[in-house]
Nanobody, 122 residues
């Protein structure tokens, strides 16, 4: 059984920064994809960024140049560094995991965390 636990959300003013963390507990295969998604109230969930077991990253257009996804395999932790935050980044942020063989911030991810709230005020 795999469990994902996010942390690091909070409230920040526009232009500020936050770093989200996602701890991975349980056995995972050597080949995987981890991603960050977000969902704002009344909006569909959208992918933000993804990283595979080789360290290859993919970003949604909304995240390019501002967000950085990374992982610390020794700590079994996924990160999302978010800079230059905007009010439209306000959402619940989720980390997700798949072993399906593809890696982009979309598609089907069977494992999800509980989410961490990010609120950006203007």
């Amino acid at each position: 059984q795999v469990q994902l636990v996010e942390s690091g959300g909070g409230s920040v003013q526009a232009g500020g920064s936050l770093t989200l963390s996602c701890g991975v507990f349980g056995y995972i295969y050597t080949s995987y994809c981890m991603a960050w998604f977000r969902q704002a109230p009344g909006k569909e969930r959208e992918g933000v960024a993804a990283i595979d077991s080789d360290g290859t990253t993919t970003y949604a257009d909304s995240a390019k140049g501002r967000f950085t996804i990374s992982q610390d395999n020794a700590k079994n932790t996924l990160y999302l560094q978010m800079n230059s935050l905007k009010p439209e980044d306000t959402a619940m942020y989720y980390c997700a995991l798949t072993f399906a063989g593809y890696c982009y911030p979309g598609g089907e991810f069977p494992y999800w965390g509980q989410g961490t709230q990010v609120t950006v005020s203007s």
